[in-house]
C-alpha cells in the first residue's frame, strides 16, 4: 500500500456527485412533480446522504436505513457542519452540468428557478445498479418526503438544529455513541475543616 497517495472521498468526484443527484432529483420527482429549488435540493442532497441526522435511528425508517447500508455511529456525521457548507457550494455547479447534460430541467415556479429530473435524466438513472445508487435512493425517498412540507425557513431552522454538534441526537450524540461519554469528574472530596 502506498503511504503518500491521498485519499479521495467519493464526494470528491464529479461523477459520483452527479449520479447521485440525479437518484435525489428522481426521489423529489416522486413527491413533487414540479421540481425543488436549489436551496432545497442543497438540504436534500446532503441530508439524504447522511440520513441518521434527519431519521431517528431506533424507529422503521431507521431500520429501513440499516438495511439499505447506513450506519448511524459513523464518525463522519460529527463533521456535519463544514461537509455540509463545502457540498452546498458545489450544487448549483453540478445542477448545471445535469441541465447541459439533458439530464434535469429548470422551470419558472413562483418567480424562482425549480429543478427536475428530465426523461433522460430517469432513464439513465435507471441504470444505475451499484448497491450505493439502491441505499441513496431509498435515503432520499424517506428524507424527501419527511422535509418537503417544511418551508424554506422550518427546513433552514430545523438543519440547523440537525448541524450542531451538541444537539440531542445530532452529530455530536452519534459520536458519544462510538466514543462513550469520556472521563467522569471525581466525585467532591470531603472538606477539611
Known amino acids: 500500500m502506498e503511504a503518500h497517495r491521498p485519499v479521495m472521498m467519493p464526494e470528491d468526484e464529479v461523477t459520483f456527485r452527479l449520479a447521485q443527484l440525479l437518484l435525489l ?9 414540479k421540481g425543488a429549488s436549489l436551496e432545497r435540493i442543497g438540504y436534500y442532497d446532503f441530508l439524504s446522504a447522511n440520513p441518521f441526522l434527519v431519521v431517528d435511528s431506533d424507529g422503521r425508517e431507521g431500520n429501513m436505513l440499516r438495511l439499505a447500508g447506513f450506519d448511524p455511529r459513523v464518525l463522519s456525521y460529527a463533521s456535519s457542519s463544514q461537509r455540509f457548507t463545502s457540498r452546498r457550494e458545489r450544487i448549483q455547479h453540478d445542477l448545471g452540468l445535469l441541465v447541459a447534460y439533458g439530464c434535469c430541467e429548470v422551470h419558472n415556479r413562483n418567480g424562482a428557478f425549480a429543478y427536475s429530473i428530465s426523461n433522460h435524466g430517469r432513464e439513465l438513472g435507471a441504470r444505475f445498479t ?6 441513496f435512493t431509498t435515503a432520499a425517498s424517506i428524507v424527501v418526503r419527511r422535509l418537503r412540507k417544511l ?15 451538541d444537539g440531542e441526537g445530532g452529530p455530536g450524540a ?14 467532591m472530596l470531603p472538606s477539611e475543616g
Open 151 to 165: 418551508s424554506d425557513k422550518a427546513l433552514r431552522e430545523q438543519t440547523a438544529r440537525w448541524l450542531r454538534p
Open 130 to 135: 451499484a448497491t450505493y445508487a439502491a441505499s
Open 25 to 33: 432529483l428522481d426521489a423529489v420527482a416522486g413527491q413533487d412533480t
Open 174 to 187: 452519534a459520536l458519544l455513541s462510538v466514543l462513550g461519554p469520556g472521563p467522569q469528574a471525581p466525585d
